[in-house]
């Protein structure tokens, strides 16, 4: 049950692209297409924002992107805008009903 | 529209014990497989725990397994969680969300109830 790895923060000015890469293993990541990413604000829930690899949930921008290869996923961000400045987590299913989180991403728009 | 809402949450002292519930609304509770999240103050996201929309399977985090109980009464549209002996680092917002299905990931989430162990 160990913490997948993502950077701790990544920025981007407004209109630039931005990539939160996360890290697993093949037993998690790398051994399931069931990885979602999360954009969390201060003090608020956090929002599914990508699920399965690439699908995103009705009312998601399409700005926000997802992909995977071998036991990486990646999370694009294109068209920064101010209101994209969150925190970012990545979530794997593990198998067996267990999943695990990322160490998340602190995102700053310049 | 899906609303969860935790209550529950409280100051307790270490060894202590507490009960968390969420009430669910706006979905058919007891066709969906339910989870418990929690977040320390200033950390990351952490799955704790999963049970099946019909109560048969439940899955913990080794760092909780046999201290916290996860149940469900479909009845009462509600989940819980049993916290029993109670540690400082089980100090955290805890949350309840949906399954958007089997496996998947967590499509809705309640506003949270902290928990508090300190002496």
């Known amino acids: 049950q160990s913490v997948m790895t993502q950077p701790r923060s990544v920025s981007g000015s407004p209109g630039q692209s931005v990539t939160i890469s996360c890290t697993g293993t093949?037993?998690?990541?790398?051994?399931?297409?069931?990885v979602s990413w999360f954009q969390q604000h201060p003090g608020k829930a956090p929002k599914l924002m990508i699920f399965?690899?690439?699908k995103r949930p009705s009312g998601v921008p399409d700005r926000f992107s997802g992909s995977k290869s071998a036991n990486t996923a990646s999370l694009t961000i294109s068209g920064l805008q101010a209101e994209d400045e969150a925190d970012y987590y990545c979530?794997?299913?593990?198998?067996?009903?267990?999943?695990?989180f990322g160490g998340g991403t602190k995102l700053t728009v310049l | 529209q899906v609303q969860l809402v935790e209550s529950g949450g409280d100051v307790v002292q270490p060894g202590g014990s507490l009960r968390l519930s969420c009430t669910a609304s706006?979905?058919?509770?007891?066709?969906?497989?339910m989870n418990w999240v929690r977040q320390a103050p200033g950390k990351g996201l952490e799955w704790v725990t999963f049970?099946?929309?019909?109560?048969?399977?439940?899955s913990y985090r080794d760092s909780v397994k046999g201290r916290f109980t996860i149940s469900r009464d479909n009845s009462k549209n509600t989940l819980y969680l049993q916290m029993n002996s109670l540690r400082t680092e089980d100090t955290a917002v805890y949350y309840c969300?949906?399954?958007?299905?089997?496996?998947?990931?967590?499509?809705?989430w309640g506003q949270g109830t902290l928990v508090t162990v300190s002496s």
């Open positions: 979530c794997s299913y593990a198998g067996n009903y267990f999943w695990v």
């Open positions: 706006g979905f058919s509770f007891s066709s969906n497989d």
């Open positions: 093949s037993s998690d990541v790398g051994g399931y297409d069931f």
């Open positions: 399965d690899v690439t």
């Open positions: 049970i099946t929309y019909d109560g048969k399977k439940k």
């Open positions: 969300a949906k399954d958007l299905r089997g496996g998947c990931c967590f499509d809705s």
